[in-house]
């Protein structure tokens, strides 16, 4: 289907040309033409039956363009591990590293390029914890519950946490601004209790320190102060 | 790089560093966490300006965790020194202190676990260090020695350094002389004037002072750990002897030899469950197939355990080396690394150095110009527990769920995509290159009968100096915690050391000086496991740490058997139960019940030793059990249901301090603690100055 470029001069006859291109204003036109007219004159509806419909034909075109860049991106990866066997959990590594997540409309994608059923992929992702299928938030917390942390005090932590996000374990804050994770062990178990704030370790951590350290991953550059050093 | 023969590998013995000064940094995840980037940063930028021939190096992690970040230094005129605590803001100040004005940094030091015999040349140093409780007097002796070469005016040939750690435990004041490591413990006031004019002056060795128990560390597995540079082929090629145990073998020896020279050894795998390794290959070997495979397991998943960590960043060379001499032995072309993804600098060490070998002609086809050709691969985990046992991680590898299947056939007959697979942990090959070098027998003279050479422990809780530990079998598990570790933080009891991780067992105070080998440990009712060993005092409820590590299985059981599936939530609620103060004495039977059915019945390793830290906790520590579940009291004040916080209106301040650091407002305008609205997060009693605030046992109420 080829788009007709619109006719010019339709559009200087309406004094608010926005409409075009704005949804809200095309929806309080049609009001007030309604509140006018009691109905919708068909010149009117026709005309912006027209102008829907190349603006449909723009989005659908759009939206291929982002399926064919999921596409390609999946196939660049499946290239990549295709002569390997088993290499299902090694492209799933290298998705959730790049969206952060697996993100559903890339695994249906997977599926097909693998020809490999959805629900095996599924399969894999759900028994896996480190796969995840919601994005992660702005910030993220890591609480780690390895023995060591939790006999030194995650427990702590992680309520104190909750007091000031008020999301706990695997939860992203309604805004999406933070995003709380208990892990089993980051391997710091010399300086537990240890949490990881977006990327930096924080050791030897007190639940006194926790409101310090969320304010400071929020501005960064107000509360330098309130970051405990780790050697304390 | 070009492919390398045997005869380039022939001429390189070891030899000193090239650079005759260094710095070395210890990168290793811990290290980094703690800001050892910076670090190396400042300390690159220092030399600048300093002495721009000394090289600053980045080496993997030594193993002293609780001193992050180290550092080590060697430079003219000075004593090698290693220093901890080295944060980015003071790393300037210690290099010019010790490369331009010769001087050490108090509390920094990490003496060497070495111990002289004799002063051989002039003393320069003296560290000194209160190792008794309370550390209280290491600046009152600092002061004295100080005074005391003044008055023999040798204050400024001698500098008197406090130290961070001695590797001496519990024995009073402990000096040491550098340069020659010749320490005294137990040294008293009057002591301070004779060890200044006898081994100071007249260089004499006091022999009523001298400290003669070698340190009880044998390095092996971690002997390359912080001292080489892990990311460069060429540097373990240079120091530690790289790839010399592969040429022997590939070159001198038949599989048939390797494999029996691994019987000599007496290596059993290091993964926990202890298999002789020799076995393991030699089963592998005699299947007919046209492939075999080899995987180095490096799922560490053990909570509080970071040994293969640790040696993957550390020293990569050396398991993959252990991993080619393996896979020379079964006769296999293809090996996996199975590492998990939660440690992304252990794979991108590993990946690094596979890239290198590749480039060395020490991976791929004709490796040293032999026929033999083998090639290893990496493939990551992604968070599954039970992927440590070999069946579910061989379904991992192969792309599937991580579920386990039943054994026999076990992988040496049937493992990856059907073919016979031999799966040994990263410890195990770090082992195989040092053993070939220097010969089963001298490895198997190392350790106890049926135990031999050393195991590798992560040493965490409540002890003092959280650390990595290389002892060997036999060695007591009082040694490994007090002699190395220092003991429990706060000079408080040891209440039990939990070893082997979830599927271990926990051992009392009363069992501690059980030597430590598979056989003993699995007596009293704990395994050896891959190496995580967690202190705990009298401060940690038992039935709250079964519920710890129950509660972990029940996470990660695959949910494939009923037995592991249905009985660890059933087990769980009943702990719930317990520690809630809800529990009926029918409870304990009923637990042991389960955990019978759970060790007979379920279809893999994680389900048969998941009930192990229920029944080893109900063996040793039936009583709290029985607090808990008849009185209705946790004696260690920690299941937070069975204590109240209480402030003593006697001790108060009123400085309000409480009151300000309350997450939820439970402490009242006149300092009431609202029990109902406390969290027991315990905020109010670390920041309370007087100690007025303490945990009670609710029944006072």
């Known amino acids: ?232 | 790089m070009k492919s390398l023969t045997p005869a380039d590998l022939l001429p390189i013995t070891p030899q000193p560093v090239p650079p005759a000064e260094w710095v070395r940094v210890q990168l290793d995840t811990g290290g980094i966490a703690a800001g050892a980037e910076s670090t190396l940063e400042e300390l690159r930028a220092a030399v600048r300006e300093l002495r721009p021939g000394l090289a600053v190096l980045p080496v993997g992690s030594h193993g002293r965790s609780f001193a992050d970040p180290v550092v080590e230094i060697r430079s003219r005129g000075m004593p090698d020194t290693l220093y901890g605590r080295v944060t980015p803001e003071i790393a300037p100040e210690l290099l010019t202190a010790h490369v331009r004005g010769h001087r050490m940094l108090d509390d920094h030091v990490l003496a060497s676990t070495e111990r002289g015999r004799e002063v051989n040349g002039p003393v320069s140093h003296l560290l000194v260090l209160d190792t008794g409780a309370g550390e209280g007097k290491t600046a009152f002796f600092q002061f004295s020695f100080i005074e005391e070469l003044k008055r023999r005016g040798l204050a400024d040939q001698v500098q008197v350094v406090r130290a961070l750690d001695i590797g001496i435990h519990d024995e009073g004041v402990v000096v040491q002389l550098l340069p020659g490591a010749v320490t005294y413990t137990n040294v008293l006031a009057p002591d301070v004037a004779r060890i200044v004019e006898e081994s100071i002056i007249q260089r004499r060795v006091l022999d009523d002072l001298l400290w003669k128990q070698p340190d009880p560390q044998v390095r092996i597995v971690l002997r390359n750990c912080g001292v080489i540079d892990p990311e460069e082929l060429s540097d373990y090629l240079a120091q530690a002897q790289g790839y010399q145990a592969l040429r022997r073998a590939l070159v001198e020896m038949t599989p048939e030899q390797v494999i029996a020279e691994m019987k000599v050894s007496g290596l059993r795998g290091r993964g926990g469950a202890g298999f002789p390794t020799w076995k393991k290959w030699d089963l592998t070997r005699v299947q007919k197939t046209d492939q075999r495979y080899v995987i180095c397991n490096a799922d560490e998943g053990d909570p509080g355990a970071f040994m293969d960590r640790s040696v993957l960043e550390s020293d990569p060379h050396t398991v993959l080396e252990g991993m080619i001499i393996a896979a020379y032995a079964i006769g296999s072309s293809m090996g996996y690394f199975y590492i998990r993804a939660e440690y992304p600098k252990a794979v991108a060490r590993v990946e690094r150095a596979i890239q290198q070998a590749r480039e060395a002609g020490l991976l791929g086809k004709n490796i040293l110009g032999t026929d033999f050709c083998f090639d290893a691969k990496i493939r990551l985990g992604a968070g599954a527990f039970v992927c440590g046992e070999e069946t579910a991680l061989i379904a991992s590898i192969e792309g599937k769920r991580g579920s386990p299947s039943p054994r026999p056939p076990y992988p040496s007959v049937r493992g990856l995509w059907g073919k016979p697979t031999s799966i040994n942990n990263v410890e195990t090959f770090a082992n195989v290159p040092a053993i070939l070098l220097r010969g089963g027998a001298w490895y198997a003279s190392h350790g106890v009968e049926g135990s031999r050479g050393t195991k590798v422990f992560a040493v965490t809780g409540k002890v003092n100096h959280a650390q990595l530990v290389e002892v060997p079998m036999g060695t007591t598990l009082r040694q490994i915690v007090f002699d190395v570790c220092g003991g429990v933080q706060d000079g408080r009891e040891i209440k039990a050391v939990q070893t082997g991780g979830p599927s271990g067992g926990v051992i009392p105070d009363s069992q501690l000086d059980t030597p430590v080998a598979y056989e003993t440990l699995q007596q009293l009712g704990s395994i050896m496991g891959s190496g995580g060993m967690i202190v705990m005092d009298a401060t940690d409820s038992i039935v709250d740490v079964a519920k710890f590590y129950l509660k972990f299985c029940v996470d990660e059981s695959c949910g494939k058997c009923a037995p592991c599936r249905i009985g660890g939530y059933q087990m769980s609620q009943i702990l719930d139960r317990i520690s809630r103060g809800r529990g009926t004495p029918d409870d304990i039977p009923t637990l042991r019940r389960i955990c019978l059915a759970m060790q007979k019945a379920s279809l893999c390793g994680l389900g048969q030793t998941a009930p192990n830290p229920v029944l080893a906790t109900l063996r040793y520590f039936e009583n709290e059990y029985l607090d808990h579940v008849k009185d209705h009291s946790c004696k260690a004040l920690e299941c937070s249901a069975l204590v109240s916080v209480k402030l003593d209106q006697a001790k108060c301040i009123k400085c309000k301090l409480c009151i300000k650091n309350c997450p939820v407002g439970a402490v009242s305008a006149d300092f009431v603690i609202d029990n109902a609205k406390c969290t027991r997060c315990n905020s109010c009693i670390e920041v309370c100055p007087k100690k007025a605030i303490a945990r009670a046992p609710k029944s006072e109420e």
């Not at chain 1, 829907?52 to 991106?73: G, P």
Request: aromatic residues 4%; hydrophobic residues 35%; glycine residues 8%.
């Open chain 1, 1 to 232: 289907m080829t788009q007709r470029p619109h006719d010019p001069s339709a559009a200087t006859e309406h004094p608010r040309e926005s409409w075009k291109n704005d949804e809200a204003a095309l929806l309080t036109m049609l009001e007030e033409l309604e509140k006018r007219h009691g109905y919708i004159p068909h010149q009117i509806s026709d005309e912006v039956g027209r102008v829907l419909e190349v603006r449909l034909e723009r989005l659908r075109r759009i939206q291929t363009k982002l399926e064919s860049s999921v596409r390609r991106d999946v196939q660049t990866q499946v290239a990549r591990w295709k002569a390997e066997e088993g290499n299902l959990i090694m492209i799933l590594h290298a998705i959730q590293n790049q969206h952060g997540y697996v993100p559903r409309e890339v695994a249906m994608e997977l599926s097909r390029e693998l020809s490999v059923k959805l629900a095996r992929i599924y399969e894999v992702i759900t028994f896996y914890h480190y796969f995840k299928l919601q994005p992660p938030g702005k910030h993220n917390v890591t609480v780690c519950n390895g023995t060591a942390c939790y006999l030194k005090g995650a427990g702590g932590l992680l309520a104190e946490i909750r007091n000031h996000l008020g999301v706990g374990e695997g939860q992203t804050t309604p805004d999406r601004e933070f995003h709380v994770e208990v892990v089993r062990c980051i391997g710091c178990c010399g300086m537990s209790p240890a949490m990881v704030c977006d990327g930096k370790t924080h050791g030897r951590l007190k639940p006194t320190d926790v409101s310090g350290i969320l304010a400071q991953m929020k501005t960064p550059a107000a509360a330098p102060a309130a970051a405990k050093e780790v050697h304390a």
